[in-house]
């Protein structure tokens, strides 16, 4: 019974994960990639205004996926012991990766006035979340290897 318990908890921190991590970079690729560009072509009319509205909206979004990824990362991390030096310098570039995207979301989304400026100053910042987080991906991937 114990096992099982241990297996279905190690299964739901793992999606836990993997959902956060989903929510976090999908909706930040999707601001930068899709509706930020085309509301930059509405002008300086209503397009930082509905850029904040949409920033306003997906911020509490935002803040469970980094609770998330950091709950089920921390879990993750101390049930899997054992690990070689390499792997820890590999987890340990991916963690200053994870800080940069938790750090410059928080940046991105935060209420800000509704200005030119201010929209070219979110976008840099979530240009460098999608970066960062295709980083933390393929590292992610090559420690599931040497595992």
Do not use: D, Q
């Amino acid at each position: 019974m114990v096992l099982l318990t241990t297996e279905v908890v190690g299964i739901l921190m793992r999606w836990a994960h993997i959902a956060s991590m989903a929510m976090l970079l999908g909706g930040v690729a999707y601001a930068r990639l899709v509706a930020f560009p085309v509301l930059a072509r509405a002008g300086e009319e209503g397009g930082p205004e509905i850029c904040e509205g949409l920033a306003a909206r997906y911020r509490p979004l935002m803040y469970a996926a980094i609770g998330g990824l950091f709950l089920s990362g921390l879990y993750n991390f101390f049930t899997h012991t054992g690990h070689t030096t390499y792997y820890h310098m590999w987890f340990g570039i991916k963690i200053l990766f994870v800080l940069h995207v938790f750090a410059a979301s928080v940046l991105a989304m935060r209420p800000t006035p509704a200005t030119a400026a201010n929209e070219a100053r979110r976008t840099r910042r979530m240009t460098g979340v999608v970066l960062s987080g295709i980083v933390i991906v393929l590292i992610s991937a090559y420690l599931r290897r040497i595992y």
